[in-house]
């Protein structure tokens, strides 16, 4: 690692659409870019999945390949790593309360048994340390019907309106709904989306935070992250664009 390294700053990436296609692992070609980058400034990785996908995701089986990496937050931050090495982790069943997950989750199976799709498959929900996944067509689902979920969700609109229901279900309950990825959406705390993971960031020192993120829009995963005062957010489509917009940016910071 170079001596000359910027340790105060940082290009912070989302993982589905900006390093990796949805649901793949990352390329040698962005991994060897990645590996570059880390040579001139710190380089991190904030995604809502769990440890295991988003290690799965960039090469490994497990937090060892995070070690490529400064810094890690799966589940949307939740869950920090540095260097490889774990740094907290927060509870929804302890933030929530058991009675009331129950209650989102008893309401949100029968919503779900009742959505009539072109298919479902299994793995409805998924409980995570700090979030909860819903995915009407079932996480267990292959990609290829992966994409054909989401250019049907396009057109039908069945994650937003499951939110809009959840939304009106529970208005009181302080919860944030994030459509992210192809086939599913996070629920999770008020505060709890991935600006969580900027509290690590500057408490380390780092003074400028590049971000990069595909769903960006409203209701996206990276929306809030996108547009906090302590970021500087780039809206990417896929990882070619991811490098390319990398390119011209440290061309003209330099």
């Known amino acids: 690692m ?6 105060s700053t940082i290009f912070l990436f989302d993982v589905d659409g900006t390093l990796t296609a949805p ?14 980058l ?10 809502g999945s769990d440890m295991i996908k988003i290690a799965e995701q960039m090469g490994g089986k497990g937090p060892e390949v995070f070690k490529k990496y400064d ?25 929530v309360g058991e009675e009331k997950l129950q209650e989102i989750i008893n309401f949100a199976l029968h919503y779900l048994s009742e959505i009539k799709l072109p298919f479902k498959r299994g793995t409805f929900i998924e409980f995570r340390s700090g979030m909860i996944n819903f995915s009407p067509v079932g996480r267990n689902c292959t990609q290829t019907e992966r994409d054909q979920f989401e250019q049907y969700d396009k057109i039908h609109g069945i994650r937003s309106e499951f939110v809009k229901v959840l939304q009106t279900r529970f208005p009181n309950a302080n919860l944030k709904y994030s459509i992210g990825g192809q086939i599913s959406f996070d629920v999770f705390p008020v505060g709890w989306d991935k600006t969580y993971c900027l509290q690590h960031l500057e408490k380390d020192g780092i003074k400028k935070i590049f971000f990069f993120g595909d769903k960006t829009f409203e209701g996206g995963n990276d ?7 302590r970021t500087e ?3 990417v489509s896929n990882p070619n664009e991811t490098m390319s917009t990398i390119k011209q940016l440290w061309q003209t910071e330099t």
């Open 233 to 235: 957010g780039y809206s």
């Open 71 to 95: 810094y890690v937050f799966t589940e949307n931050g939740l869950v920090a790593y540095k260097d490889g090495n774990i740094m907290s982790i927060m509870s929804i069943q302890q933030h």
């Open 23 to 36: 649901r793949q692992k990352i390329t040698d070609e962005m991994d060897e870019f990645l590996q570059n």
């Open 2 to 7: 170079s001596c000359n390294r910027d340790k």
């Open 223 to 229: 929306y809030e992250i996108f547009i906090d005062s």
């Open 38 to 47: 880390r040579k001139k400034c710190c380089i991190g990785i904030v995604g």
